[in-house]
């Protein structure tokens, strides 16, 4: 069974940069399609972005796109999400999720996830 945990998040200011990364056990990582969701105070969770098996084709949700970049190592079994120009919105618990199959944008064709990492923008 594979275990996903996500570290890197924090308390940064408007503007500024972060790098979330989720780290898996097991021994398939390269299998799985990945993704990132969040899920900001009092709101439900949302798609961030998702990167695919070889060769890591990526989409991202319009509100980050441009500002966030989702990328993968395989041979580290780590994924990551490079934030950059951090807004106050998007201040949220980040979530990594993994599935085997592509599951795009949708939360619930993802079965497993990480306990989830708190990051909070300052303006």
């Known amino acids: 069974q594979v275990k996903l945990v996500e570290s890197g998040g924090g308390l940064v200011q408007a503007g500024d940069s972060l790098r979330l990364s989720c780290t898996a056990s097991?021994?398939?990582?390269?299998?799985?399609?990945l993704a990132w969701f969040r899920q900001p105070p009092g709101q439900e969770r949302e798609f961030v972005g998702a990167?695919?098996?070889?060769?890591?084709?990526?989409a991202y949700a319009d509100s980050v796109k441009g500002r966030f970049t989702v990328s993968r190592d395989n041979k580290i079994n780590t994924v990551y999400l490079q934030m950059n120009g951090l807004k106050p919105e998007d201040t949220a618990v980040y979530y990594c999720?993994?599935?085997?199959?592509?599951?795009?944008?949708?939360?619930?064709?993802?079965?497993?996830w990480g306990q989830g990492t708190q990051v909070t923008v300052s303006s």
């Open positions: 097991g021994r398939t990582f390269s299998s799985y399609v």
């Open positions: 990167i695919s098996r070889w060769p890591g084709s990526t």
């Open positions: 999720a993994a599935a085997m199959n592509n599951a795009g944008s949708v939360a619930d064709a993802y079965g497993l």
